[in-house]
């Protein structure tokens, strides 16, 4: 069965320290994988996607994630963390056979001033 | 403005009441999908949509029913034999080729 991880509930960062929120993954092929964010009573923003291509995707709002097939990760990153960024951030894996996307539990980032 | 749009933001039912919610996209996209959303609880399907006409089953489709007779709309009914329906609905719909999935601003229902 096709599942994501996010193993951490809460992130709290430093603004303009740099950023991770991590993301693993079970797949039975290729993996399509996502991250979305969420402010507050909203929906989910699409922020990046890897489909195929080099390891390292980017996005939006400074956002980039890195693939890695070994170890089945794919982390969403940013250089330097803005307050702004503070939500809730899903990963998600796009299930092969039934066209459906299985989202994690989700991530909270706090970035402190 | 392109978009997917859910109304209304707000909802409340007394318990025992069907109640629909809205979901409209003007993006031209195949497939639909509605996610209920808790605390702690990440995103779950309830239903989804792949073209006109059909629609599949969830993981927690059950006291829920959609129909699809439109390719920009796809209503959700929250019915009575759902056990716990207070919660913040979410629809989302995504095209063939990208996959990603974009998102209404989501509808509160509070049952009480």
């Known amino acids: 069965a096709q599942s994501v991880a996010q193993p951490e509930d809460q992130v709290n960062v430093a603004e303009g320290n740099p950023l991770t929120v991590k993301c693993t993954y079970s797949?039975?092929?290729?993996?399509?994988l996502f991250w979305y964010v969420q402010y507050p009573n909203r929906g989910l923003q699409f922020l990046l996607k890897?489909?195929?291509?080099?390891?390292l995707v980017k996005g939006s709002y400074g956002f980039e994630a890195e693939f890695n097939k070994s170890q089945t990760s794919f982390h969403l990153k940013k250089p330097s963390a803005l307050v702004s960024d503070s939500a809730l951030y899903f990963c998600?894996?796009?299930?092969?056979?039934?066209?459906?996307?299985?989202f994690g539990k989700g991530t909270r980032l706090h970035i402190l001033p | 403005d392109g978009g997917i749009t859910q109304s209304p933001k707000y909802l409340f039912r007394k318990e025992g009441q069907n109640v629909t919610l809205s979901c409209e996209q003007n993006?031209?996209?195949?497939?639909m999908y509605w996610y209920r959303q808790d605390p702690g609880q990440g995103l779950r399907l309830i239903y989804y949509?792949?073209?006109?006409?059909?629609?599949q089953k969830g993981d927690i489709a059950e006291g829920y029913s959609v129909s699809r007779e439109k390719k920009e709309s796809f209503p959700l009914t929250v019915t009575s034999a759902q056990k716990n329906p207070t919660a913040f609905y979410l629809c989302?719909?995504?095209?063939?080729?990208?996959?990603?999935?974009?998102f209404g601003p989501g509808t509160r229902l509070t049952v009480t």
């Open positions: 989302a719909s995504s095209s063939n080729q990208g996959y990603e999935q974009y």
């Open positions: 797949v039975s092929g290729n993996p399509y």
């Open positions: 890897y489909i195929t291509g080099d390891n």
């Open positions: 998600a894996v796009r299930d092969i056979t039934w066209g459906k996307i299985i």
């Open positions: 993006l031209n996209h195949d497939a």
């Open positions: 949509s792949q073209i006109v006409n059909d629609f």
